[in-house]
């Protein structure tokens, strides 16, 4: 059984299914363990972890643990709540005709980082006369559906990760200011900011970069130094801004005062920060690494949310879930009816019901005829269904993506 514990009751021999928070913040267990040692469970409370979830059946159990389902259903519950009515702004475009627009700019973006990072790895200075332009042609396909991009930056290829989760900063970071309703200005240096805030991690060698295994204290002071590091670099580059440089060396800041680089608190971290630290973590957990397999994007929602009291802004982190949905455009979905269904556009009365793009049956483990139902709708939308799950792709064995922007 899994259960929640405070960390001030956890015990050598219990085993540890989870830590409550993001794993950049504790990079040296990306996976479940036994605690065996005193000097792990020094470890974890310096981390700055709040609670863990144990599983009782493969450790020692702690009777006052609450039920792992009883939280979710409670983390749930708040979160429905929080969000039940967000409006939503009405999209200039259709989704289908964003999206050639949105792969083309997708493609420069990951261009212009990967040059940027080449550069910073050779040890050359880096040109940022690219990076303008190119935040630019974001922010205008977020104006004219944010779908496309945010649909699109939900291929993860782990590989590739560095260099794309740069683009997926910069667009979630666009989309959350202009929900936000901040000035054109400052949403341009937010993009810019994504697009430049982990050039820092060319650093770090790739052996530590991309290991598989639990780091060891060293490699993780390597990666550490990565926000300092590419603020450095950034300075020394000239012409930018304030914000794409406290982006750059504040975006692991936590609100508890257990970030880094500067261990900065409460007020002490800026609005933009705070946004990157939010937006930064969403992708991250999301993405398929080489230690770890990405979570549903819902999933990774539902998790932030139980962090957010020691990690994350909790009002900003409301505000981004309200911009890109509980299920965000190119969720997988399954519904009461058994068809799952890729998510296409967010409804404006509600986030819990989207329009949903149904492609599979999983009663009888096929595809069906593509067709749009939307379940704000239940009279004349597509029927009385609604989301019962998110799931991941190799499930079922689909690939959501093809069923994403169909004319
Ligand atoms: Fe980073």
């Known amino acids: 059984m899994l259960k929640k514990i405070p960390v001030d009751r956890l015990r050598l021999g219990m085993y540890v299914q989870e830590l409550c928070g993001d794993w950049m913040s504790h990079p040296f267990w990306r996976k479940s363990f036994l605690l065996r040692s005193e000097g792990d469970l020094a470890r974890i409370l310096d981390a700055g972890i709040h609670a863990v979830y144990i599983d009782t059946a493969k450790g020692l ?60 790895r050779l040890g050359k200075a880096i040109s940022l006369d690219d990076v303008e332009p190119v935040v630019e042609a974001i922010t205008g396909s977020v104006l004219r559906n944010s779908g496309a991009l945010i649909g699109l930056i939900g291929i993860k290829n782990k590989d590739d990760y560095t260099f794309l989760h740069s683009v997926s900063v910069c667009t979630l970071l666009v989309a959350f200011g202009r929900s936000l309703g901040l000035e054109a200005a400052m949403v341009r240096e937010l993009g810019v900011g994504g697009l430049v805030h982990d050039l820092g991690k060319m650093k770090v060698p790739d052996s530590v970069l991309n290991k598989p295994g639990r780091l060891t204290d060293e490699e993780f002071a390597l990666i550490r130094r990565h926000p300092g590091d590419g603020h450095a670099i950034l300075l020394e580059t000239g012409g930018v801004g304030p914000i794409p440089l406290d982006i750059t060396r504040h975006h692991h800041e936590r609100l508890d005062g257990k970030g880094y680089p500067d261990q900065l608190a409460g007020d002490a971290i800026s609005k933009a920060a705070r946004m990157a630290a939010i937006v930064d973590v969403y992708d991250a957990i999301t993405a398929d690494r080489c230690y770890h397999k990405g979570m549903p994007a819902t999933e990774a929602l539902r998790k932030m949310w139980e962090w957010s009291q020691f990690h994350f802004d909790h009002v900003l982190l409301q505000a981004f879930m309200r911009c890109v949905g509980i299920y965000p455009v190119g969720s997988l979905v399954r519904l009461e009816s058994g068809r799952l269904g890729v998510v296409v556009e967010q409804c404006d009365e509600s986030l819990l019901t989207p329009k949903v793009r149904v492609f599979f049956s999983t009663r009888s483990g096929a595809h069906i005829r593509p067709e749009i139902v939307d379940l704000s709708r239940p009279f004349g939308g597509g029927g009385a269904d609604k989301i019962v799950s998110t799931e991941t792709p190799e499930r079922w064995k689909v690939d959501p993506q093809r069923f994403l922007a169909m004319a």
Do not use: I, T, W
């Open 61 to 120: 159990d702690d009777v006052e643990g609450r039920d792992a389902v009883e939280v979710r259903e409670e983390v749930e519950r708040d979160l429905v709540a929080a969000l039940a009515s967000a409006p939503v702004e009405p999209l200039k475009v259709s989704l289908a005709e964003e999206m050639e627009r949105a792969k083309k700019v997708h493609s420069q973006a990951d261009k212009v980082v990967r040059g940027m990072m080449q550069d910073v």
